[in-house]
T-cell receptor, first 114, second 113 residues
Framework: DGGITQSPKYLFRKEGQNVTLSCEQN?????MYWYRQDPGQGLRLIYY???????QKGDIAEGYSVSREKKESFPLTVTSAQKNPTAFYLC?????????????FGNGTRLTVT | DQQVKQNSPSLSVQEGRISILNCDYT??????FLWYKKYPAEGPTFLIS?????DKNEDGRFTVFLNKSAKHLSLHIVPSQPGDSAVYFC????????????FGKGTKLSVKP
């Protein structure tokens, strides 16, 4: 079964600690994305990558970092510089080539920082 | 400034009737529009999309209408079923650029039996 796997589903951290959220896809998609959802808000783009070893900042990249060393993997690190890290984080992927195509999402990781 | 607006936070519909979810956008350069459905604690699921060269796209019970002059799109669900109860997000992009997919804040649909 092809899909996007985010782990863990729930994550708790103390303030001041960096934390890395995992995202793996076996859809053979070129493009991958990280979004953040807050209550009553739409999804906001943090980072995206259209090809291995390349990525771009989205609308709210401050306090986050990513890497794309493999096509299948796009981990997101929430650093201590992120002022409001508690949120629901969603990873997505798309074919990324030859015009627009829908994003396919994972089931998210809920991060709580206290 | 929101480029994609869903002005109704919630909508309640009787089972079997039509659900109409609305979305307005401000950027005239948007040329690809999508609707996603989301259950709590899950990722959004792609429902249907429409390119700006069309004004209607249909897939089973779901139809999306695009009015470019009004910068408005709508999702029609007919007939509505209790399993359709979820939050629906409208999204738009410019020039097919997935990196610039802009989402609305969502409309929570409740379909009552």
């Amino acid at each position: 079964d092809g899909g996007i796997t985010q782990s863990p589903k729930y994550l708790f951290r103390k303030e001041g600690q960096n934390v890395t959220l995992s995202c793996e896809q076996n859809l053979n998609h070129d493009a991958m994305y990280w979004y953040r959802q807050d209550p009553g808000q739409g999804l906001r783009l943090i980072y995206y990558s259209q090809i291995v070893n390349d990525f771009q900042k989205g609308d709210i990249a401050e306090g986050y970092s990513v890497s794309r060393e493999k096509k299948e993997s796009f981990p997101l690190t929430v650093t201590s510089a992120q002022k409001n890290p508690t949120a629901f984080y969603l990873c997505a992927s798309s074919i990324g080539r030859r015009g627009p195509s829908p994003l396919h999402f994972g089931n998210g990781t809920r991060l709580t920082v206290t | 400034d929101q480029q994609v607006k869903q002005n109704s936070p919630s909508l309640s519909v009787q089972e079997g009737r039509i659900s109409i979810l609305n979305c307005d956008y401000t950027n005239s350069m948007f040329d690809y529009f999508l609707w996603y459905k989301k259950y709590p604690a899950e990722g959004p699921t792609f429902l249907i999309s429409i390119s700006s060269i069309k004004d209607k796209n249909e897939d089973g019970r779901f139809t999306v209408f695009l009015n470019k002059s009004a910068k408005h799109l709508s999702l029609h669900i007919v007939p509505s079923q209790p399993g359709d109860s979820a939050v629906y997000f409208c999204a738009a992009s410019e020039g097919g650029s997935q990196g610039n997919l802009i989402f609305g804040k969502g409309t929570k649909l409740s379909v009552k039996p």
